[in-house]
């Protein structure tokens, strides 16, 4: 085990890996300002991931109490090993810059670190309304895995972990620059006998861009790191095979809709359908891909 959960009075410490989107991050600090956190104010460790330029000047300048760190463009693996090895606090926050707290989330994810060893906050959308954006949260795109019960695995759009849990595993393969390295460090922390969950009262609001290039990339990544991960976990190729088949189904397709039509009307399904039919496309690419040796 990790050891000691954190005490209230143990330093909160949020990492943000961020590149190039200056008001989102602008936004998430706002949401840390009005966070309602028992004892010290959380330490916040924002890592530009190799930004353009002086993009992040005018945020710097509006937050001179964030610490800083500039990194060569190499990926969100490392960006957040950076910034969590940087930081001070024995419960670290991983959040995405597309995020806003919910005022009571931070002391929530700490308060459940106290009998686990990573947490999970809920994840719902910024915005509704918008087709894409929609389409993302119905597909659980950003959202931790957790089936009959039990949690798979941890996403970091908003992730809170003890310190003593990341120096065990050693933190995040840096290896995979192209995704999963979320899925990859919960898989090695659950193979450790470490305790995962996921914080009903700690809210997350995430940003879900409705775009479609972002969608497309969104879908390429999951193929890649679906990939990559069965390569390093066994029991993730069985994952991967069921993916394959719920994309070949025509039973999984009806049961699909049938899960959209629980929440949307019958036009918006069936968007969805169309618009899950079309990211096979980038999935499958992506799933290939993955399997080739990459100079990572």
Known sequence: MAGRGPSLSDRLSVVIPTHNRPEALA????????????????EVVVVDDGSDGRAYDEVMAAYPEVRWIRETRSGPATARNRGWRAATGEVVVFVDDDCVFDPDALDFLRKALATDD?????????H?????????????????????????????????????????????????????EDVDLSLRLASAGLRLSVS???????????????????????????????????????????????????????????????????????????????????????????AKPTAE
């Not at 936004?27 to 959380?42: F, H, N």
């Not at 990573?118 to 910024?126: K, Q, R």
């Open 27 to 42: 936004r998430l600090l706002a949401s840390i300002g009005r966070s309602e956190v028992a004892g010290d104010r959380p």
């Open 118 to 126: 990573a947490v999970g906050a809920t994840i719902e959308p910024l």
């Open 128 to 180: 509704r309304g918008r087709l894409i954006a929609d389409f993302m949260h119905a597909e659980h795109l950003v959202t931790h895995k957790v089936q009959d019960g039990n949690v798979r695995w941890l996403v970091t759009a908003c992730l809170a972990v003890r310190r003593s849990a990341l120096e065990l595993v050693d933190g995040f393969d840096e290896q995979l620059v192209h995704g999963g």
């Open 200 to 290: 009903a009262e700690a809210v997350v609001r995430h940003d879900h861009r409705a775009g479609l290039g972002q969608l497309v990339r969104t879908y390429y990544r999951h193929g890649t790191g679906q990939r990559r991960l069965a390569a390093r976990h066994p029991g993730r190729r069985a994952d991967l095979a069921h993916s394959a088949r719920t994309r070949l189904s025509l039973a999984a397709w009806r049961e699909t809709y049938a899960s959209y039509r629980r929440e949307e009307g019958r036009l918006t399904s069936l968007a969805f359908v169309a618009l899950r039919l079309a990211m096979m496309v980038p999935w499958l690419i992506g799933a290939v891909r993955g």
